[in-house]
């Protein structure tokens, strides 16, 4: 048993412990540190992925028999960090984090201690930590902190499942006994995350009842075509349950008119005596630019650029109205640079979990005794990591002018790109406005946006120029240890000439989420591009001679 006990951190806090333990944490960063090259992406090299890798790895895998050493175990640990993918300037794929030191520090905590997040007497400091940031945040997006309500969860996806269970619920209350009504209806933007697909699935409500909302030429929903879709479930005896609005869509960071979209939903409700419509505000991808809903442009205390500022404060006009949303979430993981999991569901009115709070009789063993007062019964989990740590840790670290700073900068680097990208390439075209993200197409010849756009391509031509974006990806894929560039298959839908059907447009993404993705990268970003699209314009055309030939 003794040797047992090795494994655990002292009992007593003794110095010799602690060395221990600290000794393996220097040994790890040591290492990790040793593997970091700012010219690449990846830490050390990247394994050689061959067909049967992941074969090879349930061949070999067994539990060893004696336990192997603390050095052993961070050898192999180590192994496996060998080729990761690090997110530093060369990362523009996604909204992966590079999590700050703050939130490091607070993901310790949370491990060190290990509370549970389900009831205050087995976790207090993420309760407390929960309480704290839901109402920091309850008050810098306008819900009032002594009605509102939130828990961390399973990211924003969870948020979107949660949100819909609640609206469930408060339609119908008896649904948890009886089951889901049959005539509910869901809307989203056809750009809007799959999170929602996959909540009515879940729920029972079925894919049929969500309805895809058309989307305007800036991404955002389309707002006469959600009122037509609404009446017309409500004309054909449906419910309209729930509306998803996007705050930044995931590829093209489109913000739907949260304004527009209450003011429908409240007439509808005036003009047909419907239930209220529940709002969900999506902004797993865009909520951190709530930061910037006090900023004082007119004196911008942070001295950002005119082109920056401009779209700031277009942000702000929008952002400013997610207090009208019955829900939303802060995705910490995405914008706001913390580990995996740290998304944060608030919900306006917390007398909305009643309806889904569990019973006492069926929480036997935590909850409801003469102690403790924080039983989350209402969560889709039952024992939560406290996650709220790491994003309490953050937002103290950051405070409201750090994380403006860090959100500014991603909308600087992508005015630079935008710029620098048609100043150098002739066949190139930007598909999206100025936000922390950047979508662009290629051509093989000339541009033919316009035409796409206004739908005068045929199908062939655009599946050609899919194609070509498609096979280049793959090319500048191969090198992505060097530029590590994303891509859509779904920028937009747009129609064709000889069809019904509208055709997705393919397009590449540059995604300014480095806190080391600066101006100064910006040359280097489209230069890696300018260069593998020569080489790839040369290459295609001497095989098609050849093909010809
Ligand atoms: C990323 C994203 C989600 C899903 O969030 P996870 O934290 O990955 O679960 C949902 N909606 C939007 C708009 C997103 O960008």
Same mark, same amino acid.
């Given at each position: 048993? +003794? ?21 393996? &944490?220097?040994?790890?960063?040591? @290492?990790?540190? /040793? ?41 192999? *640990? *180590? =192994? ?20 700050? #030191? ?49 828990? $961390? ?12 269970? *609640? ?18 209806? !869901?809307? !989203? ?34 707002? /006469?075509?959600?009122?037509? @879709? ?5 004309? +054909? ?8 609005? $996007?705050?930044?869509? $995931? ?68 952002? =400013? ?28 009115? +917390? /007398? ?29 989990? !039952? ?11 953050? *937002?103290?670290? %950051? ?20 710029? +620098?990208?048609? @100043? ?14 950047? $979508?662009?197409? %290629? ?51 747009? =129609? ?12 590449? @993404?540059? %995604? ?21 699209? /020569? &080489? %790839? ?9 050849? #093909?010809?030939?």
């Amino acid at each position: 048993m +003794k040797e047992v006990q090795k494994l655990f951190p002292s009992m007593d806090g003794n110095d010799f412990q602690r060395e221990e333990i600290l000794s393996y &944490f220097r040994t790890i960063l040591t @290492k990790i540190d /040793e593997l970091k090259d700012p010219n690449k992406l990846t830490l050390g090299e990247m394994p050689e992925y061959t067909e049967d890798y992941y074969n090879r790895v349930i061949q070999k895998a067994d539990v060893p028999k004696t336990g192997v050493s603390m050095e052993e175990v961070i050898q192999k *640990l *180590l =192994k496996l960090v060998e080729g990761h993918r690090y997110v530093n300037r060369n990362y523009v794929a996604n909204a992966a984090p590079l999590p700050n #030191i703050a939130s490091v520090i607070g993901n310790l905590v949370m491990v060190l201690v290990n509370g549970n997040n389900l009831w205050d007497v087995e976790g207090p400091a993420a309760a407390t930590a929960e309480i704290e940031v839901t109402s920091m945040l309850s008050k810098l997006i306008g819900y009032d902190e002594n009605i509102s309500a939130g828990y $961390t969860t399973w990211g924003g996806q969870g948020a979107v499942f949660n949100s819909l269970r *609640l609206a469930i619920a408060r339609y119908a209350p008896s649904s948890n006994r009886n089951g889901v009504p049959q005539n509910l209806y !869901c809307f !989203c933007s056809e750009l809007s995350h799959y999170s929602l697909y996959k909540s009515v699935e879940a729920t029972g409500i079925g894919v049929e009842n969500m309805i895809r909302v058309k989307v305007n030429a800036d991404h955002s929903m389309n707002l /006469e075509d959600l009122k037509e @879709k609404m009446e017309h479930v409500i004309a +054909k005896g449906g419910v309209p349950l729930y509306v998803l609005a $996007t705050m930044g869509t $995931t590829d093209t960071f489109g913000v739907d008119d949260i304004e527009g979209i209450k003011r429908i939903a409240e007439d509808l409700e005036g003009t047909h005596y419907i239930y209220p419509i529940y709002i969900h505000a999506d902004s797993a991808m865009g909520g951190m630019y709530t930061f910037f809903n006090n900023y004082d442009f007119e004196s911008n205390p942070l001295q950002f650029e005119d082109n920056v500022n401009e779209v700031l404060k277009s942000y702000q006009q929008k952002f =400013k109205h997610i207090k009208l949303a019955d829900s939303m979430v802060f995705d910490f993981h995405k914008l706001g640079q913390t580990p995996y999991i740290t998304s944060l569901f608030l919900i306006k009115n +917390k /007398e909305l979990l009643k309806y889904v709070d569990i019973d006492a009789a069926e929480t036997p063993y935590v909850g409801n005794r003469g102690y403790g007062s924080y039983h989350t019964g209402y969560t889709l989990e !039952c024992s939560r990591m406290g996650s709220a740590l790491s994003i309490y840790a953050s *937002l103290l670290a %950051f405070g409201i002018e750090g994380y403006q700073e860090l959100l500014a900068n991603y909308i600087h680097v992508n005015i630079a790109f935008r710029e +620098k990208l048609i @100043k150098e390439v002739s066949n190139v075209v930007i598909t999206n406005e100025v936000s922390p993200i950047t $979508t662009f197409r %290629f051509y093989p010849e000339k541009t033919k946006w316009n035409e796409e756009l206004n739908g005068l391509l045929t199908i062939e031509e655009m599946t050609e120029i899919n194609q070509f974006n498609d096979e280049f990806a793959e090319i500048i894929g191969v090198e992505r240890d060097t530029v590590f560039f994303g891509n859509t298959k779904k920028q937009r839908l747009v =129609k064709v000439t000889n069809s019904n059907k509208r055709i997705s447009v393919y397009a590449h @993404k540059f %995604f300014a989420i480095s806190p080391y993705t600066t101006i100064e990268e910006v040359d280097r970003y489209v230069g890696f591009l300018k260069e593998h699209l /020569e &080489f %790839f314009l040369r290459t295609r055309s001497s095989k098609n001679i050849l #093909i010809r030939s």
